[in-house]
């Protein structure tokens, strides 16, 4: 699960949409394949509801959650012309929480060596 890919939209999206529409989204605004088993996340104008669109080999899944207080909020600051970041799944959940990502640090990680001959 921890190589799971998550791609965020970073423009709001139409959430009345359902599974057609947010995957028809993902083909024309993302330039991405809805069926390749990425977890699609679609934020509203408001930012107090959010979709999450993904393939598991027999169709597909969506998810709906709405925060009661306070708004969903992007990751980091988003440049011109971005349409969608990657996120990790750790990084989702703490979205999907309302937790704000934008200030959090991540400690440094270990990076396997490079084996390139035994």
């Known amino acids: 699960m921890p ?3 998550v791609s965020l939209a970073t423009q709001p999206v ?15 605004q993302l330039g991405a394949d809805p069926m390749s088993g ?3 996340l ?7 509801l959010c979709k999450l669109l993904f393939w598991d080999r027999c169709g597909y ?14 990751p ?12 990790e799944l750790a990084d989702l959940l703490l979205l999907l929480e309302g937790i704000e990502l934008a200030g959090a640090k991540r400690r ?5 060596e490079n084996l390139t001959s035994f």
């Not at 440094?108 to 396997?112: K, L, S």
Request: charged share 30%.
């Open 42 to 48: 679609f934020l509203g104008r408001h930012r107090r």
């Open 14 to 28: 139409d959430l009345r949409r359902g599974i057609d529409g947010l995957a028809a989204t993902v083909r024309e």
């Open 61 to 74: 899944v969506l998810v709906t959650k709405r925060l009661e207080a306070g708004v969903f909020s992007l």
């Open 108 to 112: 440094r990680r270990w990076q396997p």
């Open 76 to 87: 980091k600051a988003v440049e011109p012309g971005v349409t969608q970041l990657e996120v």
């Open 3 to 5: 190589s799971m890919r």
């Open 38 to 40: 990425a977890v699609f």
